[in-house]
């Protein structure tokens, strides 16, 4: 069954789901407790939540005006980034991003402003 929100309770429970409405889990907070369990610096989880917190609104604006054959919600189109996030994150590059010495995003921005002036 590839959407549950029309599904019955019986039906959901025979395929063995939880089945939890859009309303209950938002996209942030999925987003947040995926960055939690990643074994990064805290830092570094803290860039990667606000960074993909703040564009993923503009990506679903933009899903929502490309016609699709199935139709979604922003919590399933989150859930498979993450996922591809995951395959994408190998033991090796963990590795290397622990090592990374990342400034934090407001420096980044304060860089990037300071810059512009001159």
């Known amino acids: ?15 063995g789901m939880v089945y939890i409405d859009d309303f209950v889990l938002t996209y942030s907070e999925l987003v947040s407790s995926y960055f939690q369990q990643l074994p990064l610096p805290q830092s570094l989880q803290q860039v990667m939540l606000n960074s993909t917190v703040s564009f993923l609104p503009s990506i ?21 980034m993450l996922k591809f996030f995951q395959i994408l994150l190998t033991p090796s590059l963990v590795e290397a991003l622990k090592n990374v010495k990342y400034p934090g995003l407001s ?3 304060a860089t990037r402003s300071s810059r512009r002036k001159s």
Request: glycine fraction near 0%.
């Open 1 to 15: 069954m590839a959407d549950l929100s029309q599904a019955s309770p019986a039906t959901v429970s025979r395929c």
């Open 60 to 80: 679903f604006a933009f899903l929502s005006k490309t016609p699709s054959p199935i139709a979604t919600t922003p919590i399933q189109l989150t859930f498979k």
């Open 107 to 109: 420096q980044c921005r």
